[in-house]
């Protein structure tokens, strides 16, 4: 049945139009008393329903079955009553209490749709409910009062109390449902009580004498807001009748500065073209003047309350950080300027505490945004705690923090509040994924007691400082000392110089070769860039090419590398500089990696050289393989299906370079120069080394030693079953023109002592730039 119902909600105004036009027709009492209480009698299953599926709450429910019994019985009241005027005491009080119900059950969906604005448009509708009071005072009660004679109370009471709730109805109707989406309910709910108002004006209007002896057509009118109120609740889109309004601003605004412009004006308009009656006259007159006044100054206090209200969330809004709650930029700035103000009075030293998170892209790029926000968050919640009372925390940026310290007791105390800051890091951040770990890297800046510095400049100072504990490994605290500046200003330079390197001609490439160790055949060389500046300088890529990463200059001047290396090999390999199978390894960064078209530039650099993909090394590192694994895992597999072998360089210094090797295509493994290094005489190296080697003969990869530097260490490297080497031993890294008699001379002496033949090692120092 209540399926039925709520696909024929339109049925019950159409039904009770219907009946309406029948009562109206047969001009029967008893017959339009009867039909109207049947009508009303249906409100119990009809609420019952509604309250069963949720839709209506119960003391709602009980309310519109109250106030629809309410006018059923003052009808039946009224019809009971023999002619005259509109009935008894009993029917007043009826007609009274339904009414007032009306305004409560409006005044209850009123709140639910506008919460805090709903005070404000209750105050607009006393205005314009006592604007009406007084219009009706002097235009319908005072006249009906000489007419009614004895009964005064009874006249006041029925002549006036009826518009007046109708206009705040009415009102509420304006202000309600003018902004709203027009659903079935909320078009059958406006109609009903519409409908109520006006059947109230109508039996006001018959009650003063205004319509004769015949009260039908506010009966009727009644029937048809019972039935639009039963569709009201009945359609499914019910639930938009008491959904919560946004705030802001709305259309009904106009509506209600007219209503109560009008209600201020009507009033005065009709009480200055009429004269009071008599005393008692001038009395209500004055009072209800008085009281309309006292109203209009309430509603402007009230006004102007929430505009101040308005005006502080505006301003907590724009000074707060909508996700943790943290104070903002704008509001940091201000409380480090107050508190240098104040530094000038004491012996404080204001402190700043730059927190900035290490890699959280990867947070966001592989968990999502969701789990960043949440991160950010927990972090917020930790640094709040583990502060003192007098500091703020400020987040300023994506994944930037700041803590003001006001009052900074000495150097030592604030060194170790950012370790203690450092140290919350260390616990795991719960996510639904599982727990991740992030660091920090803090910068520390003092403010001297009566510096002159602004609150900028004590911040830059942090971010500076905060850059060179990101510079020194992360996850680590440097405190700020002028010369910082010195070396972001240097950064700052090569990182503009960068720029036009390319254009400039100033980017060399170098090449060092690798060795067979058992032939002592040079089968390969590394590629690896130089830059020499205008003014000569020469700046190592260990210097630029994170600067070169980190802005992306890399992408082209990484490509620029690829060809130049290529072009070179294959020029050595036409010119019998080396073996015509001889390869070449070219470093390739994560960011280069990360770049969709990577493998097509690789490929175009292979055809334009017309070197063998199978004589191309690309070097990558673990970064990638680690923050963007399918990223990574991706690009790799096109490579190789180029033909194109790829080498993890720099094994062992990693974290997890071993499960690499087990995920990722690739084929060479570099052993680390800092396990190199100590091979020869520390048991731990060698120790590491053996059991690298061993992994990598076991799954079949080609291995490359790098940085060899003596004999002892080659040898070793030879007994532990390393094949290939590279280092300053056999030849410094090289220009172009250098490398024929370097191969020659390393290949005319074959194989290394203990290696191979013996023969006494060749050093090949790196040459100077030419300037
Ligand atoms: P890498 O790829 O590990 O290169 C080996 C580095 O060790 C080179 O430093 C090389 O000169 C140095 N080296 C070689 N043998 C010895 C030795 O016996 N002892 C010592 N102490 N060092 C030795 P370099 O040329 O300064 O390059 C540093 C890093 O810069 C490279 O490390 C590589 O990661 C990066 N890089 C160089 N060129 C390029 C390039 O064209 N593209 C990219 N993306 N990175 C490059
Ligand atoms: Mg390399
Ligand atoms: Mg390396």
Redesign the pocket.
């Given at each position: 049945m209540a399926g039925r119902l709520r696909a024929q909600s339109w049925w019950f105004p159409a039904a009770a139009g219907v009946l309406a036009l029948v009562c109206l027709l047969s001009r029967s009492l008893a017959f339009q008393t009867v039909t109207y209480v049947v009508v009303a009698v249906m409100a119990v299953p009809i609420v019952a329903i509604s309250i069963r599926r949720k839709t209506v709450t119960t003391p709602l429910g009980l309310g519109m079955i109250g106030l629809i019994g309410c006018s059923a019985a003052s009808t039946i009241v009224r019809a009971k009553t023999p002619g005259g005027f509109g009935g008894s005491d009993a029917a007043e009080v009826l007609s009274l209490v339904s009414m007032l119900m009306l305004v409560g059950g409006v005044a209850v969906v009123a709140h639910n749709r506008r919460g805090r604005n709903f005070w404000g448009l209750l105050a607009d509708g006393g205005i314009v409910a006592l604007g009406s009071w007084l219009f009706a005072w002097v235009t319908l009660v005072r006249p009906s009062l000489d007419r009614a004679g004895s009964d005064q109370s009874l006249t006041i009471f029925r002549s006036a109390f009826e518009p007046l709730g109708s206009i705040v109805i009415f009102l509420l109707i304006i202000v309600l449902f003018s902004d709203t989406e027009r659903t079935k309910s909320v078009v059958y709910f406006s109609g009903a009580v519409g409908l109520a108002i006006v059947s109230g004006v109508l039996r006001a209007l018959h009650d003063s004498g205004h319509m004769g002896n015949n009260s039908a057509v506010a009966t009727c009118t009644s029937l048809v807001a019972v039935g639009m109120l039963y569709g009201a609740i009945l359609d499914p889109s019910v639930e938009t009748l008491f959904e919560r309004q946004p705030d802001g601003p709305s259309r009904p605004l106009l509506g209600r500065i007219v209503a109560t412009t009008a209600a201020l004006l009507v009033p005065i308009i009709v009480m200055s073209a009429t004269t009071p009656k008599d005393g008692s006259d001038r009395l209500v007159r004055t009072l209800s003047v008085g009281i309309l006044a006292s109203f209009v100054t309430l509603r402007i206090m009230q006004a102007l309350r929430s505009n101040r209200t308005a005006q502080e969330e505006l301003l907590h809004v724009a000074q707060t950080d909508s996700l943790t709650g943290l104070p903002n930029r704008i509001l940091l700035l201000e409380h480090i300027n107050a508190t240098l103000r104040e530094s000038w009075k004491g012996e404080l030293h204001p402190t700043l505490f730059f927190i900035d998170l290490d890699r959280f892209k990867n947070i966001n790029d592989s968990l999502g945004h969701a789990a960043g926000d949440s991160v950010l968050c927990t972090i917020a919640d930790r640094l709040r705690l583990t502060v003192p009372a007098r500091t703020t925390v400020a987040r300023i940026s994506g994944d930037e923090y700041v803590v003001l310290d006001p009052a900074s007791p000495s150097l030592e105390a604030a060194m170790e509040l950012a370790h203690q800051l450092l140290v919350q890091f260390r616990e795991p951040l719960p996510l639904p994924a599982g727990d991740v770990f992030v660091t920090a890297s803090i910068g520390v800046a003092r403010s001297e007691p009566q510096s002159h510095r602004s609150a900028d400049v004590l911040l830059r100072h942090a971010d500076t400082a905060m850059y060179q504990a990101k510079d020194a490994g992360r996850n680590c605290v440097a405190l700020f000392d002028e010369t910082m500046h010195e070396r972001v200003a240097h950064r700052l330079t090569v990182e503009t110089a960068l720029f036009r390197a390319l254009d400039r001609r100033e980017l060399r490439?170098?090449h060092?070769p690798i060795l067979e160790m058992t032939t002592g055949d040079v089968v390969g060389f590394?590629?690896?860039?130089?830059w020499q500046q205008g003014d000569g300088t020469i700046v190592?890529?260990?210097e630029f090419?994170p600067i070169?990463?980190e802005t992306g200059t890399?992408i082209p001047?990484?490509a620029w590398?690829?060809n130049e290396?290529l072009n070179q090999l294959r020029s050595w390999c036409d010119d019998g500089v080396c073996s015509p199978t001889a390869n070449m390894?070219?470093?390739?960064?994560p960011r280069?990696l990360a770049d969709p078209s990577f493998p097509s530039v690789v490929q175009e650099a292979l055809l334009s050289s017309r070197v063998s993909p199978h004589q191309l090394w690309l070097?990558v590192?673990e970064g990638i393989m680690i923050t963007e694994p399918e990223l990574a895992l991706a690009t790799l597999r096109r490579l190789r299906s180029l033909g194109v072998r790829v080498a993890l360089?720099?094994f062992g210094t990693g974290y997890s370079s071993l499960s690499l090797l087990q995920k990722f295509p690739l084929q060479r493994i570099?052993i680390?120069?800092a396990f190199?290094?100590g091979v020869a005489d520390n048991s731990n190296d060698r120790a590491l080394v053996r059991t690298i080697i061993a992994m990598a003969l076991s799954l079949g990869l080609d291995m490359v030693a790098?940085?060899?530097?003596t004999v002892q260490q080659l040898q070793v490297l030879s007994e532990l079953g390393c094949t290939k080497a590279?280092?300053?031993?056999?030849s410094?890294?090289l220009p172009p023109d250098a490398m024929r008699s370097t191969v020659a001379a390393l290949e005319r002496m074959g194989a290394w002592p203990g290696v191979g033949r013996s023969r006494e090692p060749v050093l090949v120092p790196?040459p100077e730039l030419a300037g």
């Open positions: 490439m170098y060092q590394e590629a690896l860039m130089r190592s890529p260990a090419i070169a990463e890399i001047i990484g590398a690829l290396a390894s070219v470093n390739v960064s280069q070097e590192t360089d720099d570099k680390d120069r190199v290094q790098e940085g060899v530097e590279q280092g300053y031993l056999i410094h890294p790196e």
